[in-house]
């Protein structure tokens, strides 16, 4: 697993295959909280840090494609 201190509020968020996510909102024990562009359209979301595969240059970069990665909440 990546090192968490790594992720920065703001750091982007993409899936596997390159498709923007969100933004970090902030980091819990277990999971990211996901910032979406527009709030007022949409609830906040959950990933679990074990999808994480890589923080490069601040983006979070998942081992799950985007929309499989949101259907994994946690």
């Given at each position: 697993?990546?090192?968490?201190?790594?992720?920065?509020?703001?750091?982007?968020?993409?899936?596997?295959?390159?498709?923007?996510?969100?933004?970090?909102?902030?980091?819990?024990?277990?999971r990211?909280?996901?910032?979406?562009?527009?709030?007022?359209?949409?609830?906040?979301?959950?990933i679990?840090?074990?999808?994480?595969?890589?923080?490069?240059?601040?983006?979070?970069?998942?081992?799950?494609?985007?929309?499989?990665?949101?259907?994994?909440?946690?």
């Open positions: 697993m990546s090192d968490l201190t790594n992720i920065k509020k703001g750091s982007e968020i993409i899936g596997a295959d390159g498709v923007h996510i969100g933004y970090v909102a902030k980091i819990e024990k277990h990211i909280q996901i910032s979406q562009d527009d709030l007022k359209a949409s609830p906040r979301r959950y679990s840090v074990g999808l994480i595969a890589d923080i490069e240059n601040g983006t979070v970069r998942l081992s799950a494609n985007a929309d499989v990665a949101i259907t994994l909440e946690d």
